[in-house]
């Protein structure tokens, strides 16, 4: 049996600094749990996002909304609300945080919010 390629992921980079901290966004088309985790896996195969303090995440499927906060406790939230906002189905995005040693207190739901706005209008992506 041949292993199914990750999903195509499309990684902005780096989008924005706030108080030392780095935000980056990135992306996938995904149809079920394992090609998530796929994209996960192809994700931190770059050694700087295995090593980033937090990669949250959030995707809509026919079979349920799933979400991660991977340590920032709400952040799956954010993206996942706003994925139900704009009807993107079927779209894994993923939003890495790197400390840069400063609180950011509620200003980091607005990074978050910020990345995925910024991923949302480069794929350009449309409702299924």
């Known amino acids: 049996m041949t292993k199914a390629a990750p999903p195509e992921l499309t990684r902005l980079g780096v989008i924005l600094t706030d108080r030392g901290s780095r935000y980056a966004v990135s992306g996938a088309p995904v149809g079920s ?3 998530i985790d796929a994209a996960l896996a192809e994700l931190k195969r770059e050694r700087a996002y295995a ?3 937090h990669n949250t995440w959030a995707v809509r499927l026919p079979t ?5 906060d991977d340590g920032e406790a709400g952040a799956g939230m954010v993206i996942l609300r706003m994925l139900e906002r704009e009807e993107v189905d079927k779209h894994l995005v993923i939003v ?3 400390y ?3 609180k950011l207190g509620g200003d980091r739901f607005r990074r978050v919010q910020d990345a995925v706005r910024a991923y949302l209008k480069a794929v350009q992506t449309t409702p299924d």
């Open 64 to 68: 349920g909304d799933l979400k991660a």
């Open 96 to 98: 890495t945080r790197w």
């Open 51 to 53: 090593k980033a303090t």
């Open 33 to 35: 749990r394992a090609d």
């Open 100 to 102: 840069g040693g400063k």
